[in-house]
Structure formats: structure tokens, C-alpha cells
């Protein structure tokens, strides 16, 4: 990004007051008597009145809900305090998903349907290629659910206890969800082509009182029986106190025959332990900043950190960032791709919140080609759509074009994140891709937070390159990334690339991580020095949180823009920048031949310096010779400078990826500067990672371009 330039202008709201967040703007000017009329002022508003800016995205939802508060938050406590918020007030995820308040009510308990009425369709699920389709209604969802529940109950489940699932996106995992959270309990996922490794890894932690899993999945046009890795994962719990039993859920017409897995139920068995008529229960509602919900760090270089996310935290940010930046109603139909292993399951569900209805995929995105997500968009008159810029770069390089294979007329925005959006795929995007009128909506924040540091809006333009600008309410700053640990941070002028931070709490904050004990003596709460959850955000600057992503932002747009991660930041003879500036380059320059780049940079003990490599994964029937290593440093060197010239370019058989498709790069640094890496459960192809073992002695290999 050049701050001295003024990106490309791709799209601008025809009506921008017409939205969701214009008609809040203009809530909160009557409210407070205040005379807002742009982004920049309500954020700066966000900012500089937090108690009452929250209270007011409170107000708007409309939760069902008991109890008042007398402060929002302590506006005093810094960051790493994890202050609670809204004390006083209890919640039901279950019950806001399957009920609506009435607008005006005078009370915070009523409960209706109206928006989400009984024979309302709330869920279609597809499986994939569109093999097989089911809708499940407003009402067959609440009777599902109050059952399932009421089995859970019957199982002895309560407030506090963990229900895991291993599952497919669809009805019956969103079931379980839904009863799990009516009890008061707390839910976590993983998606079924995770390895047993991988799924131990995050469930030993939690030690569960229940796991539901599929006897079989369906991806890439193969069926998988589960019932093996079913019975490794009952083994690998054997130890977890809590953990009663495993209960299969047939994803085909035909169950699964379980009886050789230890302590395994079926569905229908499990349903019955609540008899032939059960009494559904209350719902459980629990106070807002308590746990509901369990996420996992991508454990790309360790144990995945269980990370802990309050109810009210993630319903307030969620009406946020979908009822006010992305300015969802009830009548929105929603198709986010994703797995139950991402973050991004969350936002595929959260329309239900409004009574719209949501579409949810449970296959590969290519299968039987790559226009299936484009097709039920049309098919379902999707106006919302989630990707990535992997998907993206697919559609690209193969020359297609979303808007001209399908009907896209209803879709009015999509939203992309998961890794860097280069600025070519943002100009594809409406000059080959989408119809002009959907807004792109490159989005950034992840796992951490459940939610973004980064997102849309509809009151300023969509320039080329960035995430448009800051969350509301969220206070994001770049900090000098050439401070040491621990030290307090500098901010860096916009235009300067640095560490991304947040300086003040915002009601998302996890709430802590699981089974990450306080060390003695140490009086300051559940993020004090020594717990995982300090040494994660806090360790980096006091008092602060550092995100890990070396960013900018553009002195004119204020568009945020993504470099890379912090801890992949390149830094050769002091020059530092960040891997996606590379990576622009040779999509643009190189799409013809190169397939996928991988950078990193390799510091080892025995260096005085940083050099950087670059891997490239050709085309089929493509080989990287010298030529075209002198093209591909020329062309780096014109683009960016001669400062970001790798010193090694070689080819690889293969890009480590996790399983939702994010390259890999930490692993490989380490990998390259000398140390040995433990592969984690959550990266697809474990096996990538042997091949760059030997470039930690890149000096002693016979190479194949012996003048790079």
C-alpha cells in the first residue's frame, strides 16, 4: 500500500441513509442531542463514550432478557482487567434464536414468534453438490430443540457443563447447540476432518460432560466412516472426569451400526432418555459476561488454546457487526461457506438472531465444480454471501465469472476473510466477478475475539485493498512493531505499518481460557502475567492488546490494510514488511504459472541477518527454472523495491494449509531457522512440512539453480 496514492474507488451505498446503521446514527443524535452525520464521527463517538455508546447498541437489539444493570462497564479498568459488562443482566442464546421480543415491548421477557413464525423456514441445509436438501422451519426447529434438550437434561446436564460436537454443518449440529446453550451449558466444535489428534487436543482440555459426533461424513465426493475415529476419541477421553458418553448422530439414511464403540448411544436412544412425552424446560438464562461458548487458536505451533467467549459478549458484538455494519434484517438470506471448526460458524447461524434465514453447505466448495456456492446463492436469492480470498483466487485464475453464471440479482453483500484479500482480487471482484452493486466486504478479527478489528460499513466507499475501516466501539491502533517485549508501545503515524493493538476493553474480550490457572500470588484476574491468556495478547505491550497482524492504515481512506502476521514479519537489513506484499506480486504478475507462494524469512542462530525465501508451487505442467527466478526477482524489485528481493526462491511440491484453507507459514519459519516442529491437528496436510527441513542448511544443498 502506498499512503502517498489514493486507492481505486470500487463501490458506494446508492442510499446510504437508508440503512440499518444511518437510522442508529440517528437514534443516537436524538438520544444524546448530539448532531452526527458520518462513520468517522459515530466511531469517534464509540470511542470517547464506551458506557453509553454499548448502552445504545443494547438498546437496539432488543434481546429477550431479565435483570438491569447500574454501569455497563468500569470504564477505569485497562484492558487486561477483563472487566465484566452489563452486570445484572441474564440472556438465553437459545431462546433470542428461537423467539423474537416484540419492538416496544415494556417488558425485557415477553417472548413472540412474530418474524419467526412456525412454518417460517429458518435452516436449509445441503449437503454437498446439492446432493440431498432439507429445511427445517422457526418451529420444528424450537420442538427439536426443546427435546433434545429435554434429553440433556435427563443425562444430567446443567448450567457450567461442556457439550462438544464433532459434526457436519447442518440441522443436527445446530440443534445440539441450540439445547446445550437452553440449559445454561457451554458448546464447543470441531469439524469432522479434523484427526483424532487434533480433536484430543482441544476436547481433553474441556473435559465435557457429553460429545456428539457423525457416524460418517461426505467431502470431496468420498464417504468417510467415522466410527473408527469415534472409538480413538472415546480412548483418548478415558482420563476426563466429567465425560459420561459419546452419542452418534447418523448423517446418512442409514445408522451406523456403533456397538463396538465404548460408551457410544445412538441419536434415537439418546433422545428417548427423556421419555415418550417429555416436559421441555425452562430456559436457563445466565448472566451476560458468563461462558456460553468455546473457540480453539488455530495450534499451528502448540496446543490449541481454548478460548472462552461470554453470551453477552458475543451477542451485543454480533448485533454490531451484523445488524449495523452489514445491516442485516429478517428478511436476509445468509450463505457463509465455513466448517464447525471456524470461527466463521458463528456468523453462518447468527441470522437466525434476526429471524432471517440461513443456508448452510456441508461439503467441498468445488464439488461437482466450483459454481456450487454461486448456484444455491441464486437458487435461495442469497443477500448475503461469506468466502474467502482462496475461493476468490480460484474464480480468478481460472478465468470465471460469478455474476455470469448465475442470477445474483438478490445478493446485496459478501463478505471475504480468513487471510489476506490482494488488491487484484479486490479489482476481479467487480470488474469481472460480482455485479457492481454488492459490496465487497473484506473483514478481519478472528477466533480471539469472535469478531472483527476490521469490517465494513455502509456510510463510506469501498476503496481497493484493506478491510473499509475499525469496528465500532473497538479501539484500534498500529504501534511501533521495533519496540521490545513487554516495553509500553508507540503509535506510528497513519501510513506506517506496525502491530495492530487495542487499547481499551470492548464486551468480546474472552472471557478466559480453559483450564489456565491464575499463578499464586498474582492478584490481577484471569489475564494476569504467567496465564497462557497474558503471554497470548498482553505480554507484547502492558496494558494492551496486540493481535499478532502487522497492518497499516491508509492516511486518507482510514482503511485498515493487512500485511501479514506480526510474528511472520520479513526483516532483512532492518527493511521490515510483510509476506502479503510478495504475495500481491506474484498473483499479479505470475498467475499463469505459479499455482501458490509461500514467504518466510530464515534468521538462524548462527545469521547476522534475516534473508528471505520465497517457495513456489507451479502450475501442472510448469517448472521453475532460472529464467524465471530473474523474472520473478525483477518483478518484485520493480513493484516494491529492491530491499524485498528474496535471497532463495525454490520450488515446493506443496503449500502447508490448515483445513479451512489458510496457508501455513510460522511452522515453515521455524522449520527453516533451524528448529523442529510438532505439526498440529489442524493443518490438512501435516506431511508438507518434511520437505522444508532441509532448507535450514539451504547452503549445503545441491541446488538446482545454483546462481540464486
Known sequence: MRPDVIPRKLWEHPDPESTPMW????????????????????????????????ADVWEEANYIHEGTYSRVVDESAPIDAVPIWFEG?????????????????????????????????????????????????????????????????????????????????????????????????????????????????????????????????LYNGKIVDLREKMAEVVEGLKDCSNFDNIVSIRRFSEARDISAVPKAITWDDFLASAGATPAIPDFVRIPFHEPYLICYSSGTTGTPKAIVHSLGGVMISYFKEGGLHEGLTGSDVTL??????????????????????????????????????????????????????????????????????????????????????????????????FPPSVQLANISGGTDIAGCFGICNPLTPVYVGGTQGPSLGVAVEIYDSMVGDGEPGRPVPEGTAGELVATTAFPNLPCFFWADPIPDGQKGGVASPGTRYHSAYFARFPHVWAHGDFCVIHPTTRSLHLLGRADGVLNPSGVRFGSAEIYSVIERRFADRVQDSLCVGQRRPKDHDESVMLFLLMKPGQKLDEALVKEVKEAIGKDLSKRHVPKWIFETPEIPTTINLKKVELPVKHIVCGRKVKPSGTLANPQSLDFYYQFAKVEELVNPHPNL
Request: charged content about 20%; hydrophobic content about 40%; some cysteine.
Open 23 to 54: 437510522r442508529f446514527l440517528q437514534n443516537v443524535n436524538k438520544r444524546h442531542g448530539l448532531d452526527m452525520k458520518t462513520f468517522s464521527e459515530l466511531h469517534e463517538y464509540s470511542l470517547r463514550n464506551r458506557s453509553q455508546f454499548w
Open 89 to 217: 443482566v441474564k440472556l438465553s442464546y437459545a431462546e433470542n434464536v428461537l423467539y423474537s421480543r416484540p419492538k416496544g415491548s415494556s417488558s425485557s421477557q415477553i417472548r413472540s414468534t412474530v418474524g419467526k413464525e412456525d412454518d417460517k423456514v429458518a435452516v436449509t441445509e445441503v449437503r454437498e453438490g446439492a446432493s440431498e436438501t432439507r429445511d427445517a422451519t422457526y418451529g420444528e426447529l424450537r420442538e427439536r430443540a426443546g427435546r433434545l434438550a429435554a434429553a440433556m437434561k435427563a443425562r444430567g446436564v446443567k448450567k457450567g457443563d461442556i457439550v462438544v460436537i464433532v459434526g457436519s454443518n447442518s440441522i443436527d449440529t445446530l440443534l445440539v447447540w441450540l439445547a446445550t446453550s437452553w440449559l445454561g451449558a457451554i458448546f464447543s466444535s470441531s469439524s469432522t476432518d479434523m484427526g483424532t489428534k487434533g480433536i484430543l487436543q482441544r476436547t481433553v482440555q474441556v473435559n465435557p460432560k457429553l460429545l456428539f459426533m457423525d457416524d460418517a461424513a
Open 336 to 433: 457463509q461457506y465455513t466448517t464447525t471448526g471456524w470461527i466463521m460458524y458463528l456468523s453462518n447461524v447468527a441470522i437466525l438472531l434476526y429471524g432471517g434465514k440461513t443456508i448452510i453447505y456441508d461439503g467441498s466448495p468445488f464439488k461437482p465444480d466450483s459454481s456450487i456456492l454461486i448456484s444455491l446463492a441464486a437458487q435461495h436469492r442469497a443477500t448475503k454471501l461469506g468466502i474467502s480470498p482462496r475461493w476468490m483466487f480460484e474464480f480468478a485464475k481460472n478465468g470465471q465469472s460469478p455474476r455470469e453464471m448465475a442470477d445474483l440479482s438478490a445478493l446485496r453483500i459478501v463478505t471475504c476473510t480468513g487471510m489476506v484479500l490482494s488488491d487484484q482480487l479486490f479489482e476481479w471482484f467487480y470488474d469481472s466477478g
